[in-house]
């Protein structure tokens, strides 16, 4: 909650790894082949056929060419409701710095320019964006179509923090309260008596952590997590629903003390919204946030088989739109918005207001 935003004040990078340019920079770095050509023509019917057969969590999360299918269309595997705009569209400014594709990354060989990576095959990116003092300096689509959604990944978990602050800021939520004075289906669990400050700061003392042992781990409740997500069996052939697994988590030792970071931890924020507000995750979110930006498309929001929000990463929208949303936690905050969703306060509590024990 505290420290995501630290250096969004000064500029805003976005990548979504993983397309014609809309903004090349340096128009002689060819463009990628392959499947990343493919996504950004559009598949064929026998190629989308093709990668959804080929469909598994583990080649989900593999990074190649099924994951850079399902990504860009992620109705295809989760069910997904929408959070819809409806405000005017606020075009972004355009101020394209070719420096930029300049900039050297990685050290082999003394690295290559920033753009010509991103082209790279082996780099899979599909697209990339950089804001500065609200205007676009840097915009490439090595893998996708500019009107593409994709998913967000572990950005998104800002979108649950922020809404929970919205609602302690209207007095609706006490984060020093614990979680199960506002969700009823913790109340029998061991997530009884933590704080939900402890779970904004991924401090929750659960033994949920996400780390890559327990993604390899068949039985971690990480795995059975992910497995919830899209209703498959897990390690004993049993489908869970997330909510359950949720429920069955146990204490790794006391809350507050450590940092450990875990989707679920996100999760449980957005269960925390719709028990206060009594309305499903995508609709609080649209109208506290999205339907109050100047966005170009509408978001996808998915959910679970048991309705359980996705608000850990499974988000998907343009681009351009998730850099607006970023844009609303810094000083260019006019350039997304009429108005102020975002405030000062919450700003200078991510930059400064953490808890060193804790982090």
Known sequence: MHRRARTLSAGLVLLLALGSPLWAAEPAIPLPGGTLAQARAGFTPEQAR??????????????????????????????????????????????????????RVGSAGGGLPL??????????????????SGKIVF????????ADNHVWMS?????????VRKLAEEGKIDVEKPIDSYVPAFRD??????????????????????????????R?????????????????????????????????GPPGLSFDYSSLNTT????????VEDRRWPDIFQDRVWARMGVEGDMRVALAPDGTPQAHGLLS??????????????????KASRDRIVTDAYVRQIQSGGRKQVF
Do not use: C
């Open 50 to 103: 093709d990668l959804r057969q080929r469909y598994s969590p583990e080649a989900l999360i593999s990074a190649g060419d099924v994951a850079l299918f399902h990504f860009i269309d992620i109705g295809l595997w989760l069910e997904t409701v929408v959070a819809a705009r409806s405000a005017e569209v606020m075009p972004l400014d355009v101020r394209l710095d070719p420096a930029i594709g300049r900039t």
């Open 115 to 132: 753009l010509a990576y991103l082209r790279s095959e082996k780099s899979r990116a599909q697209s990339m964006i950089v804001m500065q």
């Open 139 to 146: 915009e490439d689509y090595p893998g996708m179509r500019p």
């Open 155 to 163: 950005v998104a978990k800002t979108t649950a923090s922020l809404v």
């Open 189 to 218: 669990t061991e997530w009884r008596g933590i704080r939900v400050i402890d779970v904004l700061d991924m401090a929750s003392g659960m033994d949920i952590v996400e780390n890559q042992a327990n993604r390899e781990n068949p």
């Open 220 to 252: 971690s409740i990480i795995s059975r997590y992910n497995h919830a997500t899209a209703g498959e069996p897990n390690a004993d052939g049993k489908i869970e629903s997330q909510l359950e697994v949720i429920r069955s988590a146990r204490r790794l």
């Open 268 to 275: 449980v924020l957005a269960l925390l919204a719709e028990a």
């Open 317 to 334: 929208t343009r681009l351009r739109d998730l850099a607006r949303y970023g844009l609303l936690h810094t000083p260019s905050w006019a």
